[in-house]
């Protein structure tokens, strides 16, 4: 593959990113899940929707499912796959210690180095954050991820409660 | 190449931005004048005089920079009079962007009472393929009111349904008070048949609104010579697509409909006099300038539509019909790639709207971005018209009248290039 002379398109489309934007992880909308959101790039018009699926039953709340589906571009893609396998399994406070370390290296304008064994693939979109009109793109799921989780949560405590 | 503006090469030098190159010392083709267009010197030149020379609050200033200000900012009234060839001078109200002008428009109206006054059992009529500046506001206005809003469809070639079932007999009917729609879709680049709307509507008595933004910048407009039953009431545009600045919109309405509408925006210069217990107003043009208005950005964009003048909108459509048809040409060999919009050059502007299989429109603009290629990914402002065609953001490529044919080809060089990048075929 050759480089594009002037911006480093390598560094935005890494091999990891295009692989999980052509074969997404996790993809389609599953039951049961507690909370579903719809959320949307306004300027661009990508859209997702996603389902959440958490369980207490080992005492640990945990992200049990994520499920989505996804109208948007490669990057938007890829990161919700990468999104959904890396929270998947985890306890939701590891996972949303996940999802912040991924809002950090997103907004480090490409300053910031990624910790792989906390971000797996996610350490891909590290060139992303150095092109800004893109940034949106690659946080969309990450977003939605966490508007459902927190939904779901409440969710599961009223169960609890009740 | 037969069309092209003449001196094309000394036409472009007119436009300093076009000399520049972006990283990696790559030549800048700009295919995105749709969204905004570029100014040529005499744009910046003038701007820059008046802010150095001439700068002064305008009708309000009793001193001789006042009077220069003033006298600046009406003579950019008169020639963009000249330019839409508006029957009245007094006609041009100045706006902040045609978005605005929309809204003045559609404001007033919700406001009106007597003939204009909008209720229930009303209708405002649209068009599936408007810009969302010319749905929302009347969208606002219909719900406000109670009001029922309609539209045309599309066939699927990117024309107005005007013949089907649900085309122009059933649509404009005596409940029908307002029809808004554009002259040219900023998506699909349809120029829609503005005479036989606005005489199908005026036949009903009903009000025609439209939006002139994509057509005023390569189309000649000559309002005081069309047949007065064809003649829209009013038309919006905004100056950044003329080569003119941001900042500064344009609404040209039929003297004595504007004269009926009550007043948008209260405040000063749109006033004849104020007392506490209630105000008169200004005749029109100020009675909807209220406010210091957008100064320099009219200076600017007076002499954006003399330079147009000069040009001749006449020589910029054949230019444009030419670029475009040698885009559809050119576009035609990418495989996988489907413009959106007529395919005859006849009966569009330049803005052409397209997918690729295979590659997100996003993809595509970072990958032509990456090349010095400048085009627009996404819903263009008019998800209705995509959703119609089944596609949720498409990529647009928009010529201008200093476009070259190179241009073009370094475009479909690009998306070639983008779809071995990808990895298809």
Redesign the interface.
Same mark, same amino acid.
């Given at each position: 593959m050759t480089n594009a002379p002037g911006q480093d398109l390598d560094s935005l489309y890494q091999e990891i990113i295009l692989d999980h934007y052509k074969n997404p992880l996790h993809a389609g909308l599953r039951d049961p899940f507690e909370a579903e959101v719809h959320h949307v790039n306004p300027t661009c018009g990508d859209e997702i929707t996603m389902r959440v699926h958490l369980d207490g039953a080992d005492g640990v709340l945990r992200v049990s499912d994520v499920s989505y589906d996804a109208l948007g571009c490669s990057i938007s893609q890829a990161s919700c796959s990468v999104m959904a396998d890396l929270v998947i399994g985890k306890p939701v406070e590891e996972a949303m210690a996940i999802h912040e370390s991924f809002l950090t290296l997103m907004q480090g304008k490409g300053q910031v180095e990624p910790d792989e064994d906390v971000l797996e693939d996610g350490i891909a979109f590290a060139g992303v954050a150095k092109f800004p009109a893109r940034v949106k793109c690659a946080l969309l799921s990450w977003m939605a991820w966490k508007d459902a989780t927190t939904q779901s949560q409440g969710q599961t405590q009223e169960a609890t409660n009740g | 190449m037969e069309g092209l503006l003449p001196q094309l090469g000394i036409v472009r030098k007119d436009f300093p931005i076009l000399e520049r190159t *972006? &990283?990696? %010392? *790559?030549p800048l083709v700009y295919l995105d004048s749709a969204n905004t267009s570029q100014k040529p010197q005499v744009v910046i030149d003038t701007m820059v005089d008046h802010l150095e020379r001439h700068n002064a609050n305008i009708s309000r200033a009793m001193h001789q920079l006042g009077a220069e200000s003033t006298e600046a900012f009406e003579a950019a009234r008169d020639k963009v009079a000249t330019f839409i060839g508006a029957p009245s001078r007094d006609e041009v109200i100045f706006t902040k962007n045609a978005s605005e002008a929309l809204n003045l428009v559609a404001n007033s109206l919700a406001w009106a009472t007597g003939d204009l006054a909008i209720g229930p059992g009303d209708e405002v009529l649209i068009t599936e393929m408007e810009h969302h500046s010319n749905i929302v506001p009347w969208q606002l206005l219909t719900e406000r009111k109670g009001a029922t809003l309609r539209w045309f469809g599309l066939t699927d070639d990117g024309h107005l349904d005007l013949d089907g079932p649900q085309g122009i007999d059933e649509l404009i009917t005596e409940r029908t008070k307002v029809v808004s729609f554009t002259w040219v879709s900023n998506m699909l680049g349809t120029i829609n048949p503005v005479a036989e709307i606005t005489r199908r509507a005026h036949e009903v008595g009903a009000i025609v609104v439209v939006d002139a933004s994509q057509s005023a910048p390569q189309m000649p407009t000559d309002l005081a010579a069309m047949e007065p039953v064809e003649r829209p009431d009013v038309i919006a545009f905004t100056g950044h697509k003329v080569v003119g600045p941001t900042g500064i919109g344009v609404l040209w309405g039929r003297g004595d409909l504007l004269a009926q509408l009550p007043p948008f925006l209260g405040g000063g210069e749109m006033i004849e006099t104020v007392r506490m217990e209630g105000s008169t107003y200004a005749p029109i043009p100020h009675r909807f300038e209220a406010g210091t208005p957008p100064i320099v950005e009219a200076v600017g964009l007076g002499a954006a539509v003399d330079y147009l003048g000069e040009l001749g909108l006449g020589a910029v459509r054949d230019h444009e019909h030419a670029i475009t048809a040698y885009a559809l040409d050119g576009l035609a060999t990418v495989p996988g790639l489907r413009v959106l919009g007529p395919l005859d050059a006849a009966e569009r502007g330049g803005a052409i709207s397209f997918e690729l299989d295979g590659v #997100?429109?996003? =993809?595509i603009a970072?990958?032509l =971005? &990456?090349?010095?290629v400048a085009v627009r &990914? %996404? #819903?263009h402002c008019a998800?209705p018209a #995509?959703a119609r065609f089944g596609v949720?953001?498409s990529t647009r490529m928009s010529s201008y009248l200093y476009t070259t044919p190179a241009e073009i080809d370094a475009l479909v060089e690009a998306l070639e290039?983008t779809r071995s990048?990808?990895k298809l075929g």
């Open positions: - | *972006l &990283a990696g %010392g *790559l #997100h429109p996003h =993809d970072q990958v =971005d &990456a090349r010095g &990914a %996404g #819903h998800k #995509h949720q953001s290039y990048y990808f």
